[in-house]
Nanobody, 124 residues
Framework: QVQLTESGGGLVQAGGSLRLSCAAS????????MGWFRQAPGKEREFVAA????????YYADSKKGRFTISRDNAKNTVYLQMNSLKPEDTAVYYC?????????????????WGQGTQVTVSS
């Protein structure tokens, strides 16, 4: 059974940093695209970043470029999201997702597996 487990969320002051982790179990995802999405209260789930399988090419939502960095450690079957210069509007539940494809995408409907999410709260 495939399982994605996020960790690393919490409460941080504006300007601070957090690193989220997503550990995959049940199968190896080294050849698969992985992504991070987030959902704030009352809003739709939105794309944050993705990393392609095999070559690790990365994609970002325009508003996240320069502040967020996605990476992966295939030996640990884990993907990370480093978030710097956090703002109150970054407050959301952050979800990890995986595709049955090596190609990343900002389209959440193309992802096959999802974690339960981790809460990130940024105070002003």
């Amino acid at each position: 059974q495939v399982q994605l487990t996020e960790s690393g969320g919490g409460l941080v002051q504006a300007g601070g940093s957090l690193r989220l982790s997503c550990a995959a179990s049940g199968r190896t995802f080294s050849s698969n695209a992985m992504g991070w999405f987030r959902q704030a209260p009352g809003k739709e789930r939105e794309f944050v970043a993705a990393i392609r399988g095999l070559d690790g090419y990365t994609y970002y939502a325009d508003s996240k470029k320069g502040r967020f960095t996605i990476s992966r450690d295939n030996a640990k079957n884990t993907v990370y999201l480093q978030m710097n210069s956090l703002k109150p509007e970054d407050t959301a539940v952050y979800y990890c997702a995986a595709r049955n494809s090596p190609y990343g995408s900002p389209n959440r409907d193309l992802y096959d597996y999802w974690g339960q999410g981790t809460q990130v709260t940024v105070s002003s």
